[in-house]
Protein backbone atom coordinates (compact mmCIF):
# COMPACT_ATOMS: atom_id res chain seq x y z
CA UNK A 1 0.00 0.00 0.00
CA UNK A 2 1.44 3.36 -0.95
CA UNK A 3 0.29 6.17 1.37
CA UNK A 4 -0.27 9.55 0.73
CA UNK A 5 -1.17 12.53 2.08
CA UNK A 6 -3.81 14.77 0.59
CA UNK A 7 -4.22 18.29 1.77
CA UNK A 8 -7.47 20.85 0.63
CA UNK A 9 -8.45 24.28 1.47
CA UNK A 10 -11.80 25.91 0.42
CA UNK A 11 -13.08 29.20 -0.91
CA UNK A 12 -16.09 30.51 -2.07
CA UNK A 13 -18.09 29.43 1.28
CA UNK A 14 -19.60 32.72 2.03
CA UNK A 15 -22.95 34.11 1.37
CA UNK A 16 -22.57 36.28 -1.40
CA UNK A 17 -20.42 34.34 -3.49
CA UNK A 18 -21.38 32.71 -6.49
CA UNK A 19 -19.68 28.65 -6.82
CA UNK A 20 -17.95 27.01 -3.95
CA UNK A 21 -14.79 25.33 -4.40
CA UNK A 22 -12.57 22.87 -2.88
CA UNK A 23 -9.01 22.44 -3.85
CA UNK A 24 -5.64 20.80 -2.42
CA UNK A 25 -2.51 18.46 -3.48
CA UNK A 26 -1.65 14.80 -2.99
CA UNK A 27 1.44 13.73 -2.34
CA UNK A 28 4.00 11.17 -0.24
CA UNK A 29 4.69 12.43 3.58
CA UNK A 30 8.51 12.38 2.68
CA UNK A 31 7.53 15.09 -0.52
CA UNK A 32 5.48 16.88 1.97
CA UNK A 33 8.36 17.14 4.20
CA UNK A 34 10.53 18.89 1.19
CA UNK A 35 8.01 21.20 0.61
CA UNK A 36 7.68 22.15 4.19
CA UNK A 37 11.01 23.36 4.49
CA UNK A 38 11.06 24.71 1.14
CA UNK A 39 8.37 26.76 2.19
CA UNK A 40 8.84 27.74 5.11
CA UNK A 41 12.51 29.27 4.04
CA UNK A 42 11.02 31.71 1.29
CA UNK A 43 8.44 33.09 3.70
CA UNK A 44 11.39 33.56 6.52
CA UNK A 45 12.85 35.34 3.95
CA UNK A 46 9.76 37.63 3.43
CA UNK A 47 9.07 37.80 7.50
CA UNK A 48 5.79 36.12 7.08
CA UNK A 49 4.28 33.86 9.15
CA UNK A 50 2.21 32.10 6.87
CA UNK A 51 1.15 32.88 3.32
CA UNK A 52 -2.79 34.02 2.94
CA UNK A 53 -3.97 34.58 -0.82
CA UNK A 54 -7.26 36.38 0.36
CA UNK A 55 -4.87 38.89 1.90
CA UNK A 56 -2.06 38.71 -0.87
CA UNK A 57 -4.44 39.13 -3.58
CA UNK A 58 -5.95 42.77 -1.65
CA UNK A 59 -2.70 43.62 -0.67
CA UNK A 60 -3.47 43.33 2.93
CA UNK A 61 -0.77 44.30 5.77
CA UNK A 62 2.49 43.12 4.84
CA UNK A 63 1.20 41.98 1.52
CA UNK A 64 1.01 46.00 0.17
CA UNK A 65 4.54 46.62 0.94
CA UNK A 66 5.83 44.31 -2.20
CA UNK A 67 6.13 45.35 -5.54
CA UNK A 68 4.41 44.27 -8.57
CA UNK A 69 7.59 42.39 -9.88
CA UNK A 70 8.20 41.29 -6.02
CA UNK A 71 4.47 39.89 -6.31
CA UNK A 72 4.95 38.20 -9.35
CA UNK A 73 8.30 36.54 -8.95
CA UNK A 74 7.51 35.43 -5.07
CA UNK A 75 3.85 33.69 -5.76
CA UNK A 76 5.63 32.29 -8.58
CA UNK A 77 8.49 30.43 -6.22
CA UNK A 78 5.61 29.28 -3.74
CA UNK A 79 3.62 27.63 -6.71
CA UNK A 80 6.85 26.00 -7.61
CA UNK A 81 7.99 24.46 -4.24
CA UNK A 82 4.17 23.68 -4.63
CA UNK A 83 4.61 21.83 -8.47
CA UNK A 84 8.07 20.39 -7.44
CA UNK A 85 6.98 17.92 -4.73
CA UNK A 86 3.08 16.88 -5.22
CA UNK A 87 1.83 14.27 -7.41
CA UNK A 88 -1.36 15.45 -8.23
CA UNK A 89 -3.56 18.88 -8.04
CA UNK A 90 -7.54 18.30 -7.35
CA UNK A 91 -10.28 20.82 -7.81
CA UNK A 92 -13.90 20.83 -7.81
CA UNK A 93 -16.40 24.04 -8.12
CA UNK A 94 -19.90 23.89 -7.27
CA UNK A 95 -22.54 26.48 -8.62
CA UNK A 96 -24.55 27.59 -5.28
CA UNK A 97 -27.55 28.55 -7.23
CA UNK A 98 -27.86 25.23 -9.66
CA UNK A 99 -26.89 23.33 -6.15
CA UNK A 100 -30.12 25.07 -4.38
CA UNK A 101 -31.84 24.32 -7.49
CA UNK A 102 -31.39 20.96 -7.36
CA UNK A 103 -31.01 19.27 -4.13
CA UNK A 104 -33.50 19.16 -1.47
CA UNK A 105 -33.08 20.37 1.56
CA UNK A 106 -32.62 17.05 3.05
CA UNK A 107 -30.10 16.01 0.67
CA UNK A 108 -28.14 19.54 1.40
CA UNK A 109 -28.35 18.53 5.46
CA UNK A 110 -26.93 14.78 4.50
CA UNK A 111 -24.06 16.10 2.42
CA UNK A 112 -23.11 19.44 3.90
CA UNK A 113 -24.26 22.30 1.39
CA UNK A 114 -22.13 23.16 -1.74
CA UNK A 115 -19.38 22.90 0.31
CA UNK A 116 -19.89 18.88 1.44
CA UNK A 117 -20.58 17.88 -1.97
CA UNK A 118 -17.50 19.59 -3.45
CA UNK A 119 -14.93 18.07 -1.11
CA UNK A 120 -16.69 14.52 -1.58
CA UNK A 121 -16.73 14.86 -5.61
CA UNK A 122 -13.24 15.50 -4.75
CA UNK A 123 -12.58 12.46 -3.30
CA UNK A 124 -13.93 10.97 -6.32
CA UNK A 125 -11.46 12.70 -8.36
CA UNK A 126 -8.46 11.64 -6.71
CA UNK A 127 -9.15 8.25 -7.22
CA UNK A 128 -9.86 8.72 -11.27
CA UNK A 129 -7.10 10.25 -11.44
CA UNK A 130 -4.46 8.01 -9.43
CA UNK A 131 -5.45 4.89 -10.09
CA UNK A 132 -3.83 4.35 -13.41
CA UNK A 133 -0.28 5.20 -11.80
CA UNK A 134 -0.66 4.14 -8.40
CA UNK A 135 -3.21 1.64 -7.76
CA UNK A 136 -2.31 0.84 -4.20
CA UNK A 137 -2.26 4.51 -2.96
CA UNK A 138 -4.35 5.19 0.13
CA UNK A 139 -5.04 8.56 1.16
CA UNK A 140 -4.86 10.26 4.67
CA UNK A 141 -6.90 13.89 3.84
CA UNK A 142 -6.90 16.83 5.93
CA UNK A 143 -9.17 19.87 5.25
CA UNK A 144 -8.65 23.31 6.82
CA UNK A 145 -10.86 23.23 9.98
CA UNK A 146 -13.82 25.47 10.62
CA UNK A 147 -15.62 25.89 7.78
CA UNK A 148 -19.70 24.58 8.01
CA UNK A 149 -20.43 21.77 6.23
CA UNK A 150 -16.78 19.36 7.97
CA UNK A 151 -19.36 17.32 10.23
CA UNK A 152 -21.34 16.19 7.18
CA UNK A 153 -18.10 15.67 5.33
CA UNK A 154 -16.79 13.55 8.65
CA UNK A 155 -19.97 11.53 8.62
CA UNK A 156 -20.10 10.34 4.95
CA UNK A 157 -16.75 9.94 5.20
CA UNK A 158 -16.66 7.30 8.28
CA UNK A 159 -19.95 5.62 6.20
CA UNK A 160 -18.26 5.15 3.16
CA UNK A 161 -14.58 4.26 5.36
CA UNK A 162 -16.61 1.92 7.43
CA UNK A 163 -18.18 0.09 4.31
CA UNK A 164 -15.14 -2.83 3.30
CA UNK A 165 -15.98 -2.14 -0.40
CA UNK A 166 -15.81 1.60 -0.50
CA UNK A 167 -12.71 1.84 1.50
CA UNK A 168 -10.38 0.67 -1.22
CA UNK A 169 -12.65 1.53 -3.84
CA UNK A 170 -12.42 5.37 -2.98
CA UNK A 171 -8.52 4.45 -1.39
CA UNK A 172 -9.54 5.98 2.16
CA UNK A 173 -6.92 6.13 5.21
CA UNK A 174 -8.55 8.61 6.93
CA UNK A 175 -9.86 12.55 7.49
CA UNK A 176 -9.02 14.93 9.96
CA UNK A 177 -8.77 19.08 10.13
CA UNK A 178 -6.67 21.24 10.97
CA UNK A 179 -6.17 24.84 10.91
CA UNK A 180 -3.89 27.67 8.27
CA UNK A 181 -0.51 27.33 10.04
CA UNK A 182 0.62 23.53 8.43
CA UNK A 183 1.90 24.89 4.94
CA UNK A 184 0.39 22.16 2.43
CA UNK A 185 -3.01 24.60 3.20
CA UNK A 186 -1.48 27.45 2.28
CA UNK A 187 -0.45 25.97 -0.79
CA UNK A 188 -4.12 24.66 -1.59
CA UNK A 189 -5.52 28.23 -0.40
CA UNK A 190 -3.55 29.71 -3.21
CA UNK A 191 -5.02 26.98 -5.64
CA UNK A 192 -8.73 27.30 -3.94
CA UNK A 193 -8.66 30.83 -4.06
CA UNK A 194 -7.88 31.13 -8.22
CA UNK A 195 -10.04 28.20 -9.25
CA UNK A 196 -12.67 30.03 -6.88
CA UNK A 197 -11.96 33.14 -9.15
CA UNK A 198 -12.67 31.08 -12.62
CA UNK A 199 -15.44 29.06 -10.68
CA UNK A 200 -17.90 31.08 -12.12
CA UNK A 201 -17.33 30.35 -15.85
CA UNK A 202 -15.53 27.86 -16.59
CA UNK A 203 -12.66 24.83 -15.01
CA UNK A 204 -10.22 22.86 -16.52
CA UNK A 205 -6.90 22.22 -17.38
CA UNK A 206 -6.55 24.00 -20.27
CA UNK A 207 -6.28 27.60 -19.49
CA UNK A 208 -5.81 28.94 -22.88
CA UNK A 209 -7.26 32.21 -23.23
CA UNK A 210 -9.15 32.03 -19.79
CA UNK A 211 -8.71 35.07 -17.52
CA UNK A 212 -5.89 34.96 -15.09
CA UNK A 213 -3.79 32.67 -17.14
CA UNK A 214 -0.91 33.10 -15.67
CA UNK A 215 -1.00 32.46 -12.20
CA UNK A 216 -3.71 29.29 -13.78
CA UNK A 217 -0.80 28.02 -16.23
CA UNK A 218 1.52 28.30 -13.44
CA UNK A 219 -0.90 26.08 -11.17
CA UNK A 220 -1.86 23.74 -13.28
CA UNK A 221 2.19 23.12 -14.20
CA UNK A 222 1.83 19.76 -11.81
CA UNK A 223 2.26 15.77 -12.56
CA UNK A 224 -0.95 15.29 -12.27
CA UNK A 225 -3.90 18.13 -13.00
CA UNK A 226 -8.05 17.11 -12.36
CA UNK A 227 -10.13 20.46 -12.08
CA UNK A 228 -13.77 20.47 -12.41
CA UNK A 229 -16.64 22.17 -12.51
CA UNK A 230 -19.96 20.14 -11.37
CA UNK A 231 -22.66 21.17 -14.24
CA UNK A 232 -26.08 20.73 -14.11
CA UNK A 233 -26.44 16.80 -14.98
CA UNK A 234 -23.59 15.84 -12.96
CA UNK A 235 -25.08 17.94 -10.25
CA UNK A 236 -28.55 15.95 -10.89
CA UNK A 237 -26.33 12.86 -10.67
CA UNK A 238 -25.08 13.86 -7.59
CA UNK A 239 -28.49 14.71 -6.03
CA UNK A 240 -30.58 11.57 -6.81
CA UNK A 241 -27.32 9.47 -5.29
CA UNK A 242 -27.13 11.93 -2.19
CA UNK A 243 -31.19 11.63 -1.62
CA UNK A 244 -30.21 7.63 -1.58
CA UNK A 245 -27.63 8.17 0.58
CA UNK A 246 -29.88 9.77 3.17
CA UNK A 247 -32.79 7.86 3.17
CA UNK A 248 -30.60 5.22 3.56
CA UNK A 249 -28.52 6.66 6.65
CA UNK A 250 -31.48 7.93 7.83
CA UNK A 251 -32.29 6.42 11.72
CA UNK A 252 -35.22 3.97 11.56
CA UNK A 253 -37.68 5.69 13.95
CA UNK A 254 -37.78 8.43 11.52
CA UNK A 255 -38.02 6.32 8.37
CA UNK A 256 -40.87 4.35 10.82
CA UNK A 257 -42.82 7.65 12.00
CA UNK A 258 -42.60 8.60 8.06
CA UNK A 259 -44.52 5.59 6.75
Known amino acids: MLALLGYSDDSGTHSESEAVTVAGYISTAEQWEIFNREWGEALKEWGLEFFHMTDFANRVGKYAEWTDQERRFRLARLVGITNRHTLASIGTAVPKRAFDQVFSKKAKRFVGGAYGLAATAGFLQVVHILEPDYPSARIAYILEAGTNGSGEILKVFNWNYND ?64 IRLEDSELMKWARIIEVAAQHHEPAKKRGNRI
Open 164 to 227: REQRPKLKLMSLKFEGKEFSPLQAADILAYELYRLAPHAIGADVTNRPRTDNLRMLSDCKLTSW
